[in-house]
T-cell receptor, first 114, second 111 residues
Framework: GENVEQHPSTLSVQEGDSAVIKCTYS??????FPWYKQELGKRPQLIID?????GEKKDQRIAVTLNKTAKHFSLHITETQPEDSAVYFC?????????????FGTGTSLTVIP | SQTIHQWPATLVQPVGSPLSLECTVE??????LYWYRQAAGRGLQLLFY??????ISSEVPQNLSASRPQDRQFILSSKKLLLSDSGFYLC??????????FGEGSRLTVL
């Protein structure tokens, strides 16, 4: 089955700096890579995703890059703000008509220092 | 739009007691549904997923079970809770584009 590794497990940045979180996956059949943000005590929320036919996707201060050859993908947050502080999870999935399975990384706890 | 309802939101149960967590979804038909567990400060562990009524796949052996009696209802159960069952239980559904959306979760403490 798929194995997703995520680094670092904790990350502290100064407000306004950039944050980068990296994930690797093992199954070359994986073709969908979402990122989730989870604030303390709340559910994970989808913040951005990328499919394997795209190398990069951007949404305001958040971007995700994908290297299919190396089997790794990364989340980039620019101009970080205190409200970006949360746990971030990457995931890999193989989109099917039925029965998609999602494999999650172990999470990165991001702290943005004001 | 799709919505996911979970209840109860929180519960405290003694070891050995039964458990029933319910998840219902709206705004979609024949969804893929999932149960995840998150231990305190940990990642997301897939417990069960279902592609349709009565169809349950289990990812890990445990004393939990799942059922899908209706298209938009997914239930997580246990006959006898263990201390290790404590955690944050999340129901999720796969959207039309394949995205995974989570319900608000049920926080279980087993004492």
């Amino acid at each position: 089955g798929e194995n997703v590794e995520q680094h670092p497990s904790t990350l502290s940045v100064q407000e306004g700096d950039s944050a980068v979180i990296k994930c690797t996956y093992s199954d070359s059949a994986s073709n969908y890579f979402p990122w989730y943000k989870q604030e303390l005590g709340k559910r994970p929320q989808l913040i951005i995703d990328i499919r394997s036919n795209v190398g990069e996707k951007k949404d305001q201060r958040i971007a995700v890059t994908l290297n299919k050859t190396a089997k790794h993908f990364s989340l980039h947050i620019t101009e970080t703000q205190p409200e970006d502080s949360a746990v971030y999870f990457c995931a890999a999935s193989t989109l099917r008509v039925r029965g998609n399975q999602f494999y999650f990384g172990t999470g990165t706890s991001l702290t943005v220092i004001p | 739009s799709q919505t996911i309802h979970q209840w109860p939101a929180t519960l405290v149960q003694p070891v050995g007691s039964p458990l029933s967590l319910e998840c219902t979804v709206e705004g979609t038909s024949n969804p893929n549904l999932y149960w995840y567990r998150q231990a305190a400060g940990r990642g997301l562990q897939l417990l069960f997923y279902s592609v349709g009524i009565g169809q349950i796949s289990s990812e890990v052996p445990q004393n939990l079970s799942a059922s899908r009696p209706q298209d938009r209802q997914f239930i997580l159960s246990s006959k006898k809770l263990l201390l290790s069952d404590s955690g944050f239980y999340l129901c999720a559904l796969a959207g039309a584009r394949g995205e995974l959306f989570f319900g608000e979760g049920s926080r279980l403490t087993v004492l």
